[in-house]
């Protein structure tokens, strides 16, 4: 993962996943955000929670350039601040009601947002093509075990399938999880993308065994 000594970027989807007028979760390593985008297509990142009820903003919806929590329609702009308090019309809801947000930036059809603040840019991983997202029950190590392959800077590991070297972009998340982007070099066709995909289930399912099997070595040396 990109880093250097005030924040890192973190890829946490695939823009494809997230069409315009949509909301939805997005983990990272410190917790889920919500992600949406607006009618325009605009992309922003805010914290999960609604600053009224504490309802996930993830689980709204979105109304032409705002997103509205789904529990009382408080609605907030990308900035995070409140727009519209449906209760109370007339009411122009006071600059301290907001939600924090985060710098996100698209790039190359994967969505990366700011964990604190980097001094640059994504990666652009360029000639790699997104096909699909999956989530590991195990860590970045036990995925770099079951590859026999070490994390590049911008946290890309690969792996040889049928259609040839697949890269997976990893992210590491909350409770040891890792989500893992799968992307190809250039267009495989059909049968080379079902192909990937197998690969990269399989390479999951040998983490994960390696991973449960640290986890029973662990409790052994208690």
């Known amino acids: 993962m990109p880093s250097d000594t005030t924040g890192f970027w973190t890829p946490v989807a695939l823009s494809r996943d997230l069409p315009a007028g949509t909301a939805m979760p997005a983990r990272t390593a410190s917790g889920s955000i919500a992600l949406w985008r607006s009618a325009s297509g605009r992309l922003s990142a805010s914290a999960d929670r609604c600053p009224h009820r504490g309802m996930r903003l993830s689980h709204g919806f979105v109304r032409g350039e705002a997103l509205s929590c789904i529990y009382h329609g408080w609605s907030y702009d990308r900035a995070g601040h409140c727009l519209r308090i449906p209760a109370h019309p007339g009411l122009a809801p006071p600059e301290t009601i907001r939600v924090a947000t985060y710098d996100v930036e698209e790039v190359g059809s994967v969505i990366w947002v700011a964990m604190g603040t980097p001094a640059s840019k994504p990666p652009r991983l360029e000639g790699l093509i997104p096909l699909r997202s999956l989530?590991?029950?195990?860590?970045?190590?036990?995925?770099?075990?079951?590859?026999?392959?070490?994390?590049?800077?911008?946290?890309?590991?690969?792996?040889?399938?049928?259609?040839?070297?697949?890269?997976?972009?990893?992210?590491?998340?909350?409770?040891?999880?890792?989500?893992i982007h799968v992307l190809l070099k250039g267009d495989v066709g059909p049968a080379g993308a079902i192909g990937a995909s197998r690969a990269a289930e399989s390479l999951r399912s040998r983490a994960e065994g390696l991973q449960k099997e640290e986890i029973a070595r662990w409790a052994c040396r208690r």
Do not use: M
């Not at 195990?138 to 040839?164: R, Y």
């Open 135 to 179: 989530t590991a029950f195990a860590g970045i190590a036990a995925i770099e075990a079951a590859a026999d392959a070490k994390a590049s800077p911008d946290g890309i590991v690969e792996i040889d399938a049928a259609a040839g070297t697949i890269s997976l972009l990893l992210s590491p998340q909350e409770d040891g999880q890792t989500l």
